[in-house]
């Protein structure tokens, strides 16, 4: 009986959930032994945060990268990459650690006008993201049966919004995404076996340099491949299949890491495509277009296609993971649910697709400056997230032995400098 009343016994006062000393202790629960199939199901939560980052204005960004500035710039995406490794890290032990949503557990902590603030950023930027989702869908599905992009930019968002309808929203959206992913990457791998681009100077570009006039496409770069968005989402994929302490190491070498690293590897492919086309036909390949139709020469009809197929599976996927995020997210600010499934949820995330539908209908003269504006505009919030983000994994009293250690801080450090470096960067350029 002592034993037992020494246990002590204390009440979430706001959410009425038992807490005891086994649930924040600083000892780590043994790990599980797993199957092969074990591990497979583990995955999911990261590779959605890269569908959703790996979108057509990744892709669009990446292109003029490569063909502006060859293989220069491939240094943004090994950098980036590595930062949104540690900070999707970060928001997946969030999720395993904190009792509720990350935003409702901000709303707990740091004030309720704090966690209504996080929700709304979310939205803002997936509705930034959600104009080059509508345009990249349009693109690629045009390229690959034909026909207006602007007609398919309407049936890829009906069809967004009838898998979004389904009852188990998450779950198939988590299914069909890592799906996709793995089809893309089939893609861009089989184009840049078409294009052959050089790479030593590929390995040159690894070398931090700034082109003349690089700058707002480096601060574009930046917002679509470390997209601190997307990694503040990774905590809810995590509270969706209710993962816990003992699976955070498989987590973390079966989801995490390769769930992110995938969208870069993909996205640095592309800037070495547009690179290496652009080299040998001497063509211009400025836009997602061009680059698919210089293929031809290369490759002929088939070289077209498999550049198009990627890009149709990069639009579809991040417009689907983009549209849940924002919808799960703000919904969760605004106190009406965490759940991709409720109803708030499903209002607001029918709004940003609406957004980025209408906004392409009406500004169909330039799509590709849009998309790379609006990624750019992405990293004006950003910052704030990852101030939220690096504060809430460092609070002991929910983190217990998850808490972030010192290289922990020292990347969300550096990450933090970039992505304000790249904000102030970006303010100045359009005030200029």
Known sequence: MREQNRIIHTRDEQRGQMVT??????????????????????????????????????????????????????????????LMIFFTDMSVRLGIATPTSLITSIKDHLGKWVGVLAGFGVFGITLMFSVGNAVGSGLGLSLVFGGSPVLWTVVCTAAVGFVLAFKNVYGIVEKALLVIVVLMGIAFIASTVVAQPDWYRSMEGMVPSLPAGSEILIVALVGTNFSINAAFYTSYGVKEHRRTRSDYRDITLVDTIPGIIAPGIMTALVILVAAAVLGKTGAEAGTINALASVFAPLAGPVGSMLFALGLSGAAFSSMIANATAGGTMLSDGLGRGAKAGSPTARIITGMILAFGLIITLTFQSSPVALIVIAQSLTVLIAPMLGVLIVIMANRASIMGELRNKWWHNLFGAIGLVAIVASSVRLITTLLG
């Open 21 to 82: 000393p086994e649930s924040t202790s600083l000892t780590s629960p043994p790990a599980k032994r797993r199957s092969f199939l074990g591990y497979l199901a583990l995955m999911g939560p990261a590779f959605v945060v890269g569908a959703w980052q790996f979108g057509p204005g990744n892709l669009t960004t990446a292109v003029q990268a490569g063909s502006r500035f060859d293989y220069s710039l491939v240094w943004v995406i090994a950098i980036s990459t590595i």
